[in-house]
């Protein structure tokens, strides 16, 4: 089918579900009205055969607006201020709920960003462990979302640190 089944392998349906909606309207918008021929997107031809969702890092507000406005099938937002070691914030009205029933409703996959302080790599427990807490809040409000996953940056090690450690960490 072109579908992006086996990339959603393990996902619960009701995500894989809206991936592939989001894949298929993103291949029909490839191949414009008369489908791919004179006059289609470049590569439209291949279309049937990408797994590929378009998308952008919106506003947590209004997610589905956003995508709506920018015409994309994914979104990424922050949960809150990305530059903070305060826990999850959700500015959407309703809450996690609503927001997941609306993203479910306009077919739209969501994607959580972990907030950049997060430094799970590092050797230092008191920036590890606060760490973990922080990442383990923003992963269960993913949950509570729907969200297809979590993006996080790992953090690093310092000098005197083997990378090693960091890696293990």
């Not at 606060?130 to 923003?138: A, N």
Request: glycine share 14%; hydrophobic share 40%; proline share 7%.
């Amino acid at each position: 089918s072109g579908r992006p089944s086996s990339a959603l392998a393990g996902f619960p349906e009701p995500l894989a579900a809206n991936a592939r909606g989001a894949f298929d309207r993103s291949r029909r918008a490839l191949a414009g009205p008369g489908g791919a021929g004179r006059g289609a997107a470049p590569g439209a031809h291949y279309a049937h055969r990408m797994s590929v969702l378009i998308g952008a890092h919106v506003d947590e507000e209004d997610p589905v607006g956003e995508a709506a406005a920018r015409g994309a099938d994914i979104v990424q937002i922050s949960l809150g201020d990305p530059r903070s070691w305060k826990g999850p914030v959700l500015a959407h009205g309703g809450g996690p709920q609503a927001l997941r029933r609306a993203a479910a409703d306009a077919g739209l996959a969501l994607v959580v960003h972990a907030p950049f302080v997060i430094n799970v790599a590092s050797t230092n427990n008191r920036i590890r462990v606060p760490s973990r807490r922080l990442l383990q809040k923003h992963v269960d409000m993913a949950a509570e979302l729907g969200a297809l996953g979590v993006v996080v940056h790992g953090g690093h090690v310092t000098a005197e640190d083997d990378p090693g450690a960091g890696y293990e960490n």
